[in-house]
């Protein structure tokens, strides 16, 4: 799970397109990043590509998963 100073000086959350486009809110473990889980990270990039998502960040190198999110 993210935690909070880093989801807003990292991930940059609630600043517009520089927001971390690889945060994503599961119901069971609050923010967490995508960027490491292959099967969401080829559908953000692809909502990216399609223009339909707000955040446009690529803020870090992403975080290992413990334990990894289902895709």
Do not use: H, S
């Not at 993210?2 to 923010?31: H, M, N, S, W």
């Not at 998502?53 to 895709?71: E, H, I, K, S, V």
Request: charged share 20%.
């Amino acid at each position: 799970m993210l935690e909070d100073p880093r989801l807003k000086a990292i991930c940059r959350i609630g600043q517009g397109a520089a927001c971390c486009r690889y945060v994503v809110l599961t119901p069971d473990r609050g923010f967490q990043c995508a960027k490491l889980n292959p099967t969401l990270a080829r559908q953000i990039a692809w909502r990216q590509q399609q223009q339909t998502m707000g955040a446009r960040g690529d803020n870090c190198a992403g975080l290992p998963m413990d334990p990894p999110m289902d895709p």
